[in-house]
């Protein structure tokens, strides 16, 4: 993953229904995100990405979890 690369956010908890009958309240949900970001920042301390409804950071485990993120336009 670098600067400029697209990254889409696939699942999260109580979306999952892990939590039935209460709507998941993460940055994405509550925000009714596209949940799609361009990556912007990347650091000692993780990466950072825009998305429609504002910056959000990853740490390095997050961003290398396939169920968590996906890069779409990684080249090579
Ligand atoms: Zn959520």
Do not use: Y
Not at 2 to 15: H, Y
Not at 32 to 58: C, E, M, Q, Y
């Amino acid at each position: 993953m670098k600067v400029g690369d697209l990254v889409r956010i696939l699942a999260c908890t109580n979306a999952k229904g892990e939590v039935p009958g209460h709507p998941c309240t993460c940055f994405f949900c509550w925000g009714k995100s596209n949940r799609i970001g361009i990556v912007t920042k990347i650091d000692h301390r993780g990466h950072t990405a825009l998305f429609d409804i504002g910056p959000w950071s990853f740490s390095e485990r997050e961003i290398q979890d396939p169920a968590l993120i996906e890069v779409i336009n990684e080249e090579g």
